[in-house]
């Protein structure tokens, strides 16, 4: 069984910076992807970024340039570093790992971002 625990979630001012954590309790040296969702009330998940197989990296157009991606395999972690964080950003984060054919999700993390 493959569990995720993330972290690192909060309140926090416009403009500030959180970083999330997502520890797995397994390997993550050849998963297929990992990755950040997240839900915003009323709203449908959503990918914020994720990092695939080949290491690549890719971003949702909203988070461009102000969120970053990472992973640890020495750890078996992902971790998702905010920046510039607007109230938009406001929703409960979820990590994902992805190994062969089945999905695995995190129980969240909230992030609300005051005006």
């Known amino acids: 069984q493959v569990q995720l625990v993330e972290s690192g979630g909060g309140l926090v001012q416009a403009g500030g910076s959180l970083r999330l954590s997502c520890a797995a309790s397994v390997s993550i040296f050849s998963v297929n992807a990992l990755g950040w969702y997240r839900r915003a009330p009323g709203k449908q998940r959503e990918l914020v970024a994720a990092?695939?197989?080949?290491?690549?990296?890719n971003y949702a157009d909203s988070v461009k340039g102000r969120f970053t991606i990472s992973s640890s395999i020495a750890k078996n972690a992902v971790y998702l570093q905010m920046n510039s964080l607007k109230p938009e950003d406001t929703a409960v984060y979820y990590c994902?790992?992805?190994?062969?054919?089945?999905?695995?999700w995190g129980q969240g993390t909230q992030v609300t971002v005051s005006s």
């Open positions: 994902n790992v992805a190994i062969r054919e089945n999905d695995y």
């Open positions: 990092i695939t197989n080949g290491r690549g990296t």
